[in-house]
């Protein structure tokens, strides 16, 4: 199945700063996604890196001079026509400046011009430049208009300083050119979508719990996934995987915090996808200090009492998509559940396969809906079976 970026044509605008050389993983990570990507460098943007890096890792010609003859005619017109979306990282406050004010004095300003595309920017410059008010006014204007600006990070700038002026990780930086896509062409463009995820981790003591196997991969797949057909998405996780970038992530520990963070995003979502694996139980009484051993005299009971079922406590006018983790009996088990649970989907999983659920990127899944169908489908990889949940939600929709 083609990923989000696959084939689609994206202008990278690469300015002076010091980090125009994280300009070059930007490149290579779209790529490697299957972007057909133009790279448009500013004079200041070859003083820090050349475009022999930009030729290697696109394949094409980078577009540098205003003049330059490149054998497409007006080359910022027929950039400006083929570009599905205009990522400028890093932008600089002087190119900021130059596309807020509409100039047109190099090959990026002038594409910027031309262009009916979203235009993402991902500022990079130090911290006083980007608190000026110049640089403040510059930005708003450019939001106003609908350009999407990107960050830029706190922290350690070249300067030395600290403060906010770094540019965003290449990761994320590709991340929100996906949820700009996917808002753009997405099936999911305008609905906010609830995903959970991870094992939940019920205290016995302050530094001892109760969990399971579960990474959070299937539910973070899910939430790319969502994102990249448009939607907003709130993920809860108690895993450990890192924020994917255009998403809002809940970080919660317990089946009672996962149960209040869910209450609260499912206010304004249509669509709920328990991909978490919840601790059925949990200690009646977390001890407030660390149990010792010698206290226990060689044994240790620890009473559980049982959880809210999350899934069922949540209730309203949206789609209720739920997961159920199996050792035997798959498509029986599930479709207990799916009946149990009111759900319009259940994803039943195999968890004992060494291939599928738990910890790996790929699962094999049966999804079961409630008019009584079936649908098999084979080991792919998570994101992929994401997209087969999500279709099937669309059509509920
Ligand atoms: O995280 P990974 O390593 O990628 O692994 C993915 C996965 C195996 C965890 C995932 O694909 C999966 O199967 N998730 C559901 C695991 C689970 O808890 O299954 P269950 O059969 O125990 O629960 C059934 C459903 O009820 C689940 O949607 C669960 O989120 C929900 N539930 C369960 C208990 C509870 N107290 N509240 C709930 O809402």
Request: hydrophobic share 45%; net charge negative; proline share 4%.
């Amino acid at each position: 199945m083609n990923g989000p970026l696959e084939g689609r044509h994206i202008v990278l605008g690469v300015t002076g700063s010091i980090a125009s050389y994280k300009a070059a993983e930007v490149t290579s990570r779209l790529v490697q996604e299957g972007a057909v990507v133009d790279v448009v460098m500013t004079e200041s943007a070859t003083q820090f890196i050349t475009p022999a890096t930009f030729r290697a890792l696109t394949q094409r010609e980078p577009y540098t001079d205003m003049f330059g003859a490149y054998g497409v005619g007006e080359a910022h017109v027929e950039l400006a026509r083929r570009a599905e979306a205009l990522l400028v990282a890093p932008a600089s406050a002087t190119t900021l400046a130059r596309l807020a004010n509409g100039l047109a004095d190099n090959v990026l300003a002038l594409t910027a011009l031309a262009t009916t595309a979203p235009v993402l920017v991902a500022p990079a410059m130090d911290g006083q430049m980007w608190e000026h008010a110049a640089t403040r006014a510059n930005v708003e204007t450019l939001r106003a208009r609908g350009v999407e600006i990107v960050g830029p990070a706190s922290g350690r700038l070249a300067s030395g300083r600290m403060g906010a002026g770094r540019l965003v990780e290449p990761a994320l930086i590709v991340d929100a050119l996906k949820a700009r896509l996917g808002r753009e062409h997405g099936d999911l463009t305008g609905r906010h979508v609830v995903i959970t995820a991870g094992g939940t981790r019920e205290a016995i003591d302050p530094v001892r719990y109760v969990s399971n196997h579960s990474s959070g991969k299937q539910g973070y797949g899910l939430a790319e996934a969502a994102r990249d057909r448009g939607a907003r998405v709130t993920l809860i996780s108690t895993a450990g995987l890192p924020d994917p970038g255009g998403v809002t992530v809940v970080r919660v520990d317990s089946a009672l915090e996962m149960l209040a963070a869910v209450h609260e995003a499912m206010r304004t979502a249509q669509v709920l996808v328990m991909a978490a694996a919840v601790a059925d139980y949990r200690p009646a009484a977390a001890a407030e200090q660390k149990i010792k051993r010698a206290d226990m005299g060689g044994e240790l009971s620890i009473p559980l009492i049982e959880n809210p079922d999350i899934s069922k406590e949540v209730s309203g006018e949206f789609i209720k998509v739920v997961f159920a983790a199996e050792t035997q009996n798959l498509v029986e088990n599930a479709a207990i559940k799916l009946a149990n649970k009111r759900a319009a989907l259940i994803v039943a999983n195999d968890v004992s396969a060494s291939d599928a659920g738990f910890g790996v990127d790929t699962n094999r899944v049966v999804i079961l809906d409630a008019a009584g169908g079936r649908e098999d489908l084979p080991l792919m990889s998570k994101y992929e079976v994401s997209n087969r949940i999500l279709d099937r939600v669309v059509a509920l929709l």
